[in-house]
């Protein structure tokens, strides 16, 4: 049984992305980068719609592979500090 995968990539980017929506469930972060300090992160739009969170578990700070990490259906972006040349997928796990 082959499933829709929920997913994101962004290739060579310098700045935190703009807002995407996920639907919710288990998912996997992969980022690949030139690091020089910095981090690359997961966050979530809070309740108040204009404050991001970090998501728990979700941050990087060298060439990884994050999972699982559960999360619920909203709008969420990926936040970058100091790194460049940012690779990076958020994408979801799904089981048959």
């Known amino acids: 049984m082959t499933m829709a995968t929920d997913a ?3 290739s060579n980017i310098s700045a935190d992305t703009d807002a995407f929506t996920l639907n919710g469930g288990v998912y996997a972060l992969i ?3 030139t690091w020089g300090g910095g981090t690359v992160k997961l966050q979530a739009l809070s309740i108040d719609g204009s404050t991001y969170i970090d998501v728990p ?4 700070t060298a060439n990884g592979f994050l999972a699982p990490l559960y999360l619920p259906p909203g709008t969420y972006k ?3 500090a100091t790194a460049s040349a940012v690779y990076v997928t958020i ?3 799904p089981f048959e």
């Open 8 to 10: 994101k990539s962004f």
């Open 78 to 80: 990926i936040d970058v």
């Open 31 to 33: 980022a690949a980068a």
């Open 91 to 93: 994408a979801n796990v």
């Open 57 to 60: 578990n979700a941050s990087l």
